[in-house]
């Protein structure tokens, strides 16, 4: 009797590329509950021809596209949510040393006039048995970059995020041996909310007791592009960039007492105000000699509420009434950037 492949067998693993495009040994494994591996194989069919019969189609497909795509969730943790910024937001960011021990600090801010090429990532894809001679299924790509991301928090549950990934045609490998990383994680009760009136003062003024969940998405930025370059696979070129969004999405108590984030984003609403949040999520301190220090991932950026922020009322938790902000990623002429993400974690590389 054979044994059938196991979801919990499945390995997902990544190694960063020197050139993009080609692929270079798998250093690291992506841990989730689910993932989708998508093949894509588009093909010109040849039906409705007039050739005589009554048979769907006459001639073979053409394939004329091919590619990769990877959706990835994954909790949210201090280490792997670097993959999303290198890959999808700016790649030649390395860190610096802010105590004497093992922190390293991590400053993504995508300049708003130039571009950064994104670091490339060679993906692969393992579907295993756990029989006593194990067989695989692999698959690999190469020129694996992020499209797309979004982080969400919400009260009782683990911070999660999700990764939209393409990379370039596939092709059959063999499944690399990689040792289960170390990674390290808060739960949601650990995002705090800020939101002040200047870039400079990102991060200053903490709004408590009135934000129970939230949903921050980035991208489209980075995206492959096609051309008639004589690409045997018929995959992608190149990557591209465009304007970016980051949309921020927070659910909120409602405080009728003056200065409450209802009100007091109504009223920034109304005058079309910018506003300068920051979601930071903490966790724990290093080992000495950096004690003093911990783990964050700060979302950063410049936002107007959108037309549809603060919206909708009636809607209630638990009997107390709630409504929903919006906003929107928007340039700051004085702070000259729109986004920044700020990592603190103890890599001093990734990949």
Known sequence: MTTKALKAATQIAIGVETTPGTSVA????LLTRSATFRIIDEQEAFEGHMHGTLARALLDPLTVRTGTELELPLDVDFENILLPLL??????????????????????TPSPTVVVAPKTYSLEWVESDFAAAPTNLARLAAYGFCTEFELSGAINVAPTMTLRMVARKSAASTKTTIALPTLTRAPSARWNLFLDTTWAGLGTT??????????????????????????????????EFGPRVADLTLDVAIDTQAGSLPAA???????????????????????????????????QGAYHHAADSLQDR?????????????LQSVYDATGAADVRFIIQNNLATYG
């Open 265 to 299: 984003e109504m009223t920034a609403k109304d005058a079309k105000t910018k506003r300068f949040v920051e979601l930071r999520l903490d966790g724990a301190a290093f080992v000495t000699p950096d004690t003093a220090l911990a783990r964050f991932i700060k979302l």
């Open 26 to 29: 798998r250093t690291r494994r």
């Open 314 to 326: 009636g809607s209630d938790r638990d009997g107390n009434l709630v409504v929903r902000m919006h």
């Open 87 to 108: 890959a999808g937001v700016k790649g030649d960011v390395t860190p610096t040393t802010p105590g004497t021990g093992e922190a390293r600090l991590w400053t993504f």
């Open 206 to 239: 903490q709004k408590t007791g009135q934000v129970y969940g939230f949903t921050y998405k980035f991208g489209p930025y980075i995206f492959p592009q096609f051309y008639l370059d004589g690409r045997a696979d018929a995959d992608f070129v190149q990557h």
